[in-house]
Every structure is written in structure tokens, then in C-alpha cells.
């Protein structure tokens, strides 16, 4: 038969489980200074992948650009809009 667990080594009560007020308010000051930090990094990324999808289609010549139904002027913005919905861009565009 197996023995029962020895809950008198748990704590008594959930407060005694959480961190005290002073390592609280030491974690609330660091995310004061990391979500900034943490929003230029994410800021940064986006705006490199960005680059990347740009200079890619940049490198396409007009045919496969007209292929794709882009001019080589739309670029920028179809990629700037494609990467603000999350979705490939429905050209706003009148013909």
C-alpha cells in the first residue's frame, strides 16, 4: 500500500505562496523598463522584415510585378499595408 503524501509540508494558506510586497514591487519596476524595451525590439523587427519583403519584390522585374498585379511604385505601400492587417492587401486602387 502506498503512504499518504505529508501535506503538512504544504503551505497553510495561498499567501504564503506569493511573492513578498517587496519582490513585487521590484518585478513591477523592471516591466516599467522592459516594455519599452520589449516594444522597440518588437518595433525593429517588424520594421526589418518589412525592408526585406520591399526589397525583395524590388528585385522582380516589371513583368512578374504585373504577373502579381503591382506596378514597381505600389510596392511600399502594398507591403506596409499587407504587414498592418496581417492579410494579403486588397489593392485600394482605382484603374
Excluded: C, K
Excluded at 506569493?18 to 520589449?38: F, M, T
Excluded at 523587427?45 to 522585374?61: C, K, S
Excluded at 502579381?68 to 507591403?79: A, P, Q, T, Y
Amino acid at each position: 500500500m502506498t503512504e499518504m503524501p505529508n501535506f503538512r509540508s504544504y503551505p497553510r494558506n495561498v499567501l504564503e505562496t506569493w511573492p513578498s510586497p517587496r519582490r513585487r514591487r521590484r518585478a513591477a519596476a523592471l516591466a516599467l523598463v522592459l516594455r519599452p524595451v520589449l516594444a522597440l525590439g518588437r518595433a525593429y523587427a517588424r520594421w526589418r522584415e518589412r525592408e526585406h519583403a520591399i526589397g525583395e519584390l524590388a528585385r522582380l522585374d516589371d513583368l512578374m510585378l504585373a504577373d502579381m498585379g503591382l506596378r514597381r511604385g505600389e510596392i511600399r505601400s502594398v507591403v506596409i499595408d499587407a504587414q498592418s492587417s496581417g492579410w494579403p492587401a486588397e489593392r485600394r486602387r482605382s484603374r
